[in-house]
């Protein structure tokens, strides 16, 4: 059983440029978080998906939106990327179970903006 | 609004030695609080989850402990090794999402 998984694992843009990101979850889970993490720093929540509408927002700019297919796997999408968008962009798979969860982080992405 | 320190912020210390990490929250709130363990430029591995009802999880070399009331974690690890170098990150639960601390830079050395 594959984990989660994320692609690609590292990209290269330009100021002002657009990005799409990756997510397939582990399998039988349905909702996917995003995480932000900047060098040195924790993650930071970006958004959830669940049944293929945004659950929550964490403080993200409308620059930052994203996408849940049927099949659970999620894209995130960043437009007019600033050289401050650089970091580790993790995926999050997660299952709630009987008032708890299971989470799984896949590897990331690494953006960096020029 | 919730807000996750961890400390200190780096740790260098021989093999064999036991270690504490200290994480502290500001909202008691929560659902649960998890221990992640980060090697370089790698996702995050979920070391223990400590449910808001329990006081303490135990794995191997690792221990944590939750005191809810006082908004306070800690990670205890026995007989460190060089493999356990790497950050360790903790985070609280409160609505569904993570809230993580800035983490413990942990080197140990041979």
């Known amino acids: 059983d594959a984990g989660v998984t994320q692609s690609p694992t590292h990209l290269i843009k330009t100021r002002g440029q657009q990005v799409t990101l990756r997510c397939s979850p582990k399998?039988?889970?349905?909702?996917v978080s995003w995480y932000q993490q900047a060098l040195g720093q924790g993650p930071q929540f970006i958004f959830q998906?669940?049944?293929?509408?945004?659950?929550q927002r964490g403080n993200f700019p409308d620059r930052f939106s994203g996408h849940q297919f049927p099949n659970y796997s999620s894209e995130l999408n960043v437009n007019a990327l600033l050289l401050g968008d650089s970091a580790l962009y993790l995926c999050?798979?997660?299952?709630?179970?009987?008032?708890?969860?299971?989470?799984?982080f896949g590897p990331g992405t690494r953006l960096t903006v020029t | 609004k919730q807000e996750v320190t961890q400390i200190p912020a780096a740790l260098s210390v021989p093999e064999g030695e036991n270690l504490v990490l200290n994480c502290s929250f500001t909202?008691?709130?929560?659902?649960?609080l998890q221990w992640f363990r980060q090697d370089p430029g790698k996702g995050l591995t979920s070391l223990l989850l400590?449910?808001?009802?329990?006081r303490e999880q135990t794995s191997g070399r690792l221990n944590a402990s939750l005191d809810k009331s006082s908004g306070r974690s800690t990670l205890y690890i026995a007989a460190s090794q060089p493999g356990d170098s790497a950050t360790y990150l903790c985070?609280?639960?409160?609505?569904?999402?993570?809230?993580f601390g800035t983490g413990t830079r942990l080197q140990v050395f041979p």
């Open positions: 985070a609280v639960d409160s609505t569904d999402k993570l809230i």
């Open positions: 400590i449910q808001s009802s329990q």
């Open positions: 999050a798979s997660i299952l709630f179970v009987l008032g708890s969860y299971e989470q799984y």
């Open positions: 998906y669940y049944e293929e509408e945004e659950r």
């Open positions: 399998s039988g889970h349905d909702t």
């Open positions: 909202d008691s709130a929560i659902y649960n």
